[in-house]
């Protein structure tokens, strides 16, 4: 917050303050509505929408992030907490609070480690997959809410008003801001008039309950919604740390990475920098500060912060006054909050879900690389035959699984010259030549334990095609390591070589790489020579080039 304190302009404010307010209007029925996905009452929503955006603004370096509910983190809220206590009840309160201080901690310290980078090691179309699989998982669970009961017993004024409430968001979404732009509207106020359609719809469908007397004929609301700020108070069950720890974990995870993939598209378009072990102890100190104000784990919600962006923050005083307007609501008679109906939220809640069904990332990989598609569709089928937590396993072990199957099957090429210069190509995609009695094997990866058997077995393939080779030359100019069970399988390799009368040679080395070989034995022992290029191989150990 000193920071961009310090250089704060009064230019800014004007669209600090527009900010703020238009955030503070989407996040009423939007943090009501997630709460209720978390298993809580509509008022945790508003609470969680308070103290952690404050916190975040002391600490963290996104300049429009908002911080508050978020639909997936909520439903893995819920997930985590069925199994120890029921909806409702004041134990599933404490414990929400309680996942939410232990997500804060782990996030705290993972900050003040610095070990930020741990967000890389889970891929985009796997974190797709997830989104996609948790986006059907809240969807389908509020059909119940949405049509007043299960689909055979239906109830017809809750499924009139949630349906007409659907039909209208959706339309909203599609229709509303190309319209608005057609008739002279600029088009950020058209995105963000779209984007406050969920609040109107909320606001009308909360004035038809007493006019239409709707809550007498069975459509259920949020009911009474207390007044007043939250009050600050750690509420703990001891007997349940350990059971909370592990979903704290993968909450603490998924709460970092929701949070800057949104926060790093919207610091691209103002080139502004973002420090990840930063936003792990602000999104840490924010999830603490729910935990004590009777709210539940938080993160940066991608949708508002784009809101937020599009409405003119600058700074994070946009929040501030977010969350200023917020304690206003409670603060204010807060007697028509109790009138909200639950069919309404949650046609609120399954169109924001939707808007996260993205499918350009699956068509992308499945052009690209089947492997990562292939990630993404046994991710998003986790999520849904297996749970939310489970579907988060899933995406880790698949993005390390593909790291490791690609690392252990690394590109090998045969070299050939282009002819009349020094470089040197894959024969397979080039008119290159050859020379007789020389292989030249470019190795495209580091060499470990992993992968040395696969160029083992690829070295074997090309002598046993080439019985005349009297030369292998290993060109390593993509090779960054060696470690030790490369070392003495290339040792093994020499040694084998010799017995057949073939040498052995090394060329492009790097200096680190090279500056390991120089602590063993090899160098000493090669059957060949060290060269400075390929080229220089190629001049000192090709007398006769022919065209392959």
């Given at each position: 917050?000193?920071?961009?304190?310090?250089?704060?302009?009064?230019?800014?404010?004007?669209?600090?303050?527009?900010?703020?307010?238009?955030?503070?209007?989407?996040?009423?029925?939007?943090?009501?509505?997630?709460?209720l996905v978390a298993g809580l009452p509509p008022v945790a929503g508003i609470y969680a929408s308070i103290v952690p955006p404050v916190l975040y603004a002391l600490f963290g370096t996104s300049r429009t992030q908002s911080v508050g509910p978020m639909a997936i983190v909520s439903l893995m809220t819920a997930s985590s907490l069925a199994p120890l206590a029921a909806a409702g009840t004041p134990l599933y309160a404490t414990l929400a609070a309680q996942l939410a201080l232990l997500s804060g901690l782990v996030l705290l310290a993972c900050g003040m480690l610095r070990i930020g980078f741990i967000a890389n090691f889970f891929s985009r179309p796997v974190m797709s997959g997830f989104t996609i699989g948790s986006s059907i998982v809240i969807a389908l669970g509020q059909l119940p809410a949405l049509l007043g009961a299960s689909l055979p017993a239906l109830h017809l004024p809750s499924a009139i008003l949630g349906l007409g409430s659907l039909v209208?968001?959706?339309?909203?979404?599609?229709?509303?801001?190309?319209?608005?732009?057609?008739?002279?509207?600029?088009?950020?106020?058209?995105?963000?008039?779209?984007?406050?359609?969920?609040?109107?719809?909320?606001?009308?469908?909360?004035?038809?309950?007493?006019?239409?007397?709707?809550?007498?004929?069975?459509?259920?609301?949020?009911?009474?919604?207390?007044?007043?700020?939250?009050?600050?108070?750690?509420?703990?069950?001891?007997?349940?740390?350990?059971?909370?720890?592990?979903?704290?974990?993968?909450?603490?995870?998924?709460?970092?990475?929701?949070?800057?993939?949104?926060?790093?598209?919207?610091?691209?378009?103002?080139?502004?920098?973002?420090?990840?072990?930063?936003?792990?102890?602000?999104?840490?100190?924010?999830?603490?500060?729910?935990?004590?104000?009777?709210?539940?784990?938080?993160?940066?919600?991608?949708?508002?912060?784009?809101?937020?962006?599009?409405?003119?923050?600058?700074?994070?005083?946009?929040?501030?006054?977010?969350?200023?307007?917020?304690?206003?609501?409670?603060?204010?008679?807060?007697?028509?909050?109790?009138?909200?109906?639950?069919?309404?939220?949650?046609?609120?809640?399954?169109?924001?879900?939707?808007?996260?069904?993205?499918?350009?990332?699956?068509?992308?990989?499945?052009?690209?690389?089947?492997?990562?598609?292939?990630?993404?569709l046994a991710t998003a089928a986790g999520v849904?035959?297996?749970?939310?937590?489970?579907?988060?396993?899933?995406?880790?072990?698949?993005?390390?699984?593909?790291?490791?199957?690609?690392?252990?099957?690394?590109?090998?090429?045969?070299?050939?010259?282009?002819?009349?210069?020094?470089?040197?190509?894959?024969?397979?995609?080039?008119?290159?030549?050859?020379?007789?009695?020389?292989?030249?094997?470019?190795?495209?990866?580091?060499?470990?334990?992993?992968?040395?058997?696969?160029?083992?077995?690829?070295?074997?393939?090309?002598l046993a095609a080439r019985p005349d080779t009297r030369h292998l030359v290993l060109v390593l100019s993509a090779v960054n390591a060696i470690d030790t069970s490369a070392l003495f399988a290339l040792a093994e390799l020499n040694t084998m070589l010799r017995t057949r009368g073939i040498g052995l040679h090394l060329a492009e080395v790097k200096g680190p790489v090279l500056d390991r070989l120089k602590q063993s034995a090899l160098l000493d022992e090669l059957n060949g020579k060290l060269f400075l290029s390929t080229a220089m191989a190629w001049d000192a150990l090709s007398p006769n080039a022919r065209t392959h």
């Open positions: 917050m000193l920071h961009w304190l310090r250089h704060y302009r009064r230019a800014m404010l004007p669209g600090d303050i527009s900010a703020g307010v238009v955030v503070a209007m989407m996040m009423i029925p939007q943090g009501m509505a997630y709460a209208i968001l959706l339309a909203a979404r599609s229709l509303l801001a190309p319209q608005l732009r057609r008739i002279g509207v600029g088009s950020v106020v058209a995105d963000i008039g779209a984007k406050l359609v969920p609040m109107a719809v909320v606001l009308g469908a909360t004035v038809l309950v007493p006019v239409l007397g709707l809550e007498g004929l069975g459509v259920r609301t949020t009911g009474t919604v207390p007044a007043g700020l939250p009050v600050f108070h750690l509420a703990a069950s001891f007997g349940h740390w350990q059971p909370l720890l592990q979903p704290a974990l993968l909450i603490g995870f998924m709460i970092f990475l929701i949070s800057m993939s949104g926060a790093q598209t919207l610091a691209l378009k103002r080139a502004e920098k973002l420090h990840s072990n930063y936003e792990l102890i602000g999104l840490g100190a924010a999830n603490v500060g729910s935990a004590l104000s009777g709210g539940f784990p938080v993160t940066g919600s991608i949708s508002r912060s784009a809101v937020n962006f599009a409405a003119g923050a600058n700074t994070q005083l946009a929040s501030l006054i977010t969350a200023a307007l917020l304690a206003l609501a409670l603060v204010a008679p807060t007697g028509w909050l109790a009138l909200l109906p639950l069919p309404a939220l949650a046609a609120t809640i399954i169109v924001a879900v939707l808007g996260m069904l993205d499918t350009t990332t699956l068509r992308t990989a499945w052009r690209y690389d089947r492997v990562d598609a292939a990630a993404l849904l035959a297996l749970g939310v937590e489970a579907g988060v396993v899933v995406g880790v072990a698949l993005s390390m699984g593909a790291l490791i199957w690609r690392a252990s099957r690394p590109h090998i090429a045969v070299l050939g010259r282009i002819p009349g210069t020094e470089h040197f190509r894959n024969v397979e995609r080039y008119s290159a030549e050859t020379a007789a009695g020389l292989l030249l094997l470019r190795v495209d990866a580091g060499l470990f334990f992993g992968n040395v058997e696969a160029v083992n077995e690829r070295i074997e393939d090309e």
